[in-house]
Structures are given as C-alpha cells and as structure tokens.
C-alpha cells in the first residue's frame, strides 16, 4: 500500500506515524479450543454430595442450519424468527464483503443504521473500522464482515445470552462457507461469545487464539465504537492490528 494513503488512515485512526518498533505482543500464548456456546459446562457428579440445585438454563432452541451455499443461508437467516428480536428489526443484517476473503472481521450486533440499510458496520463506527483495516492494507470491500447477531437488539443493549445461542449457528455456518484464514473479532461481545468465556476485553487482547475445528488463528481488538469514545486506546488497537496482520502473514506464509 502507498505509504501516503496508509498515513492518512492512520491519521485518521489518530495515530501518531512514529510508531516505535513492528514487534508483535510478547505473550502470545494458543488458547485451547474454544466453544460455540456459551452453555454452562456439566459437572461429573461426586459420589453421597446431594445433587445441588442449579438453576434451570433456559431451553434455547437454535435453528438448525443446514445451509450449503451463500444464497441458501442468506435466505434462512432472513426469514429467522429463532428470537424476540425478529419483532423489533426492520430487517436482518446478514454480513458483507468478499465471499473468498481471507479476513473475517466479526462485531457485536447491528445499530440503528446497520438495521435500516441491512448491511453491519455503515455508521460512525463502520467509518472508523474502515479506516483501521485500510490502515493495514485491506479495503472493506476485500474482507468479509459479520456480527455475533443478526438482529438489532432494541436500544443498542447488550445480546442476551438466549439470542446468541440462538444466533451462532448462523455465523459457524458463514465461517464454514468462508474458511477464513485470520478472524479478527471487534469487542468483547464478540471476543467473549467466540471464545465462551467472560474474561475482560483487555485480558483477551494483544495475545493469539484460535477458533474452533480449523484452529483458525482469532485476534481481538477494541470495538471502534469504543474508540470513539476512548481515542486513547487507539494506539493499543493499532498493536492489535499489526498483531493480526503478522499473525496473517504467518498463516498465510507471505512472510
Ligand atoms: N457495531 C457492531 O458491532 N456491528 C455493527 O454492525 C455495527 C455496530
């Protein structure tokens, strides 16, 4: 990429161009496996412990996906009523990009403007993750994009746990249509779903996971709507991003 052009991204990241050194986190350690849901694990009972009384997880019935190509899945996530949230969207937001990309970029859930134009990531915080996958060389339109759920939660609030269980099928099924070779997951939403776990944002960051059968390498980065909030951490999501861009370069075995 013209170093000019990747200048004025990352002047528009608010990036100081003097970084110091290219190095990579120190600490990456592999993660195991993570799961698909976040279902509380069973327990192997202990012999003469009476049985404690857990509470009752809710029966989530997800849909069954079987969905083999692009159009089929498209469609079945477009006629999904798997939750409440198909009563309050005005339309799904399936994802976007490139069907043979490399990257997927995975967020938290459509916004307002996402559920009016159908498409993830087109307002404010769409702008500023433009710029930050520009600024490592890779235009919008060469990634694929995707949230954890396809459906505007009312108000912006957070997923509940039922609509994700509910939701995920969708996107294991577009990332067993896509075979990516790098996932980059924007926010803890999308970091904590994708690895089950509710550890903090910043203990998942700057460190490499991989994600289910494919082992498929996952780094996580801030959500750029929280950027925009917090323009201090961009420098932070700028170590992320040359992560993941090292991370592909590996994977890839283009360095
Ligand atoms: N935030 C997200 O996580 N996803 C979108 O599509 C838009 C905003």
């Known amino acids: 990429m013209d170093s000019n052009v990747r200048n004025a991204y990352l002047e528009a990241l608010g990036i100081d161009r003097w970084v110091p050194r290219d190095a990579p986190p120190e600490s990456a350690v592999v993660l195991p496996e993570s799961a698909r849901t976040n279902a ?11 049985a404690p009384k857990l509470p009752v997880a809710p029966v989530v019935r997800a849909p069954v996906v079987a969905a083999g190509d692009w159009g089929a899945l498209r469609e079945q996530v477009a006629a999904c ?19 043979r990309a490399d990257w997927l970029v995975i967020g ?21 993750l433009n710029a930050m996958l520009l600024a490592i060389g890779l235009p919008r339109e060469t990634v694929f994009i995707a949230n954890i759920l396809k ?33 980059l997951a924007v926010g803890r939403i999308a970091a904590q779903n994708l690895l089950a ?10 460190k490499l996971h991989h ?44 360095n």
């Open 151 to 183: 459906c505007r939660p009312p108000g912006n609030r957070d997923p509940k746990p039922e609509e994700v269980s509910r939701c995920l099928p969708y996107l294991s099924a577009q990332i067993a249509l896509l075979k990516p070779k790098i996932m």
């Open 108 to 128: 938290e859930a459509p916004g307002a403007e996402e559920d009016r134009q159908g498409e993830p990531f087109v307002g404010r915080a769409g702008q500023l």
């Open 81 to 99: 009523t798997a939750c409440e949230l198909c009563k309050t969207r005005t339309q799904t937001v399936f994802g976007v990009g490139n069907t």
């Open 40 to 50: 509380p694990r069973a327990r192997a009972p202990v012999a003469d412990t009476p």
């Open 211 to 254: 994600f289910g059968e494919a082992n498929t390498p996952l780094v996580i980065t801030y959500h750029p709507a929280y950027l925009l909030r917090t323009p201090s951490d961009k420098r932070k999501a700028w170590e992320d991003l040359k992560f993941a861009r090292a991370t592909y370069a590996r994977a890839a075995g283009t």
């Open 197 to 206: 776990t509710d550890a903090p944002l910043a203990r998942l960051r700057g």
